[in-house]
């Protein structure tokens, strides 16, 4: 339905606690095992959500959700001690980490991310789990001349390489991808299908 130009950055879903609380998944699991938490989601139906969702079940727990309209929401209910737990986008997690007010348990990502080189990814931790990131990036409307295209992608691939731009990103904690517009298209049709094959747990859950 619409046509890749250009994205730019990736981030990685984070599961965060108090920093009162948990210090290690293991924790973590435990006390979900022995009562029913309360986690937020930055939006449901959302990848955070369906981020979630996977993980719960790979860790073998049940939570309650509870749905905000974005992690700027969440966040400070999680920060004010009114949930166990969040899940997030890492870069939206930043502020509160650095405060010290929560604590980051496990990024979901195959890699561990730059900017958080201490926090686990499942696998480090012997859990299998479908990585969902956001790439970031910007879409044209379907059928949008490749020469129209192409102009877009240049001027895109100008800014990603701007030092002041590049600076705002390393303050942001966030993992600059630059990818061009066939790039930008595989990995769309690589994880749209992907998505599609969980989507039947949004349903239920």
């Known amino acids: 339905d619409f046509t890749p130009v250009f994205a730019w950055s990736r981030s990685n879903q984070i599961l965060v606690v108090h920093a009162d609380t948990w210090k290690t998944l293991d924790e973590f699991v435990k006390a979900a095992k022995a009562k029913l938490l309360a986690g937020g989601l930055s939006g449901r139906g959302s990848t955070t959500h369906l981020a979630g ?6 860790l073998g727990i049940k939570v309650n959700w509870v749905p905000y309209e974005g992690s700027a929401v969440s966040l400070p209910a999680l920060a004010g001690k009114h949930l166990d737990f969040t899940l997030c986008l890492a870069t939206s997690a ?12 496990l990024m979901f990502s195959d890699v561990r991310d730059p ?5 686990p990814v499942p696998k480090d931790l012997g859990y ?3 990585a969902l990131p956001a790439t970031r990036g910007v879409h044209a409307p379907t059928n949008t001349p490749a020469e129209v295209v ?14 002041g731009f590049i600076e705002w990103g390393k303050n942001r904690k966030m993992v600059l991808y630059p990818l061009n517009a066939a790039e930008f298209d595989k ?6 299908p992907m998505v599609e094959k969980y989507q039947q747990m949004l349903r239920e859950k």
């Open 53 to 58: 969702l996977i993980a719960m079940d790979a």
């Open 94 to 105: 930043v502020p509160l980490i650095q405060a010290g007010k929560l604590r980051p348990l």
């Open 115 to 119: 900017y958080f080189p201490n926090v």
């Open 128 to 130: 299998n789990m479908m």
């Open 150 to 163: 192409k102009v877009w992608e240049e001027a895109f691939n100008k800014v990603v390489k701007d030092p």
């Open 187 to 192: 990995v769309v049709r690589e994880t749209y």
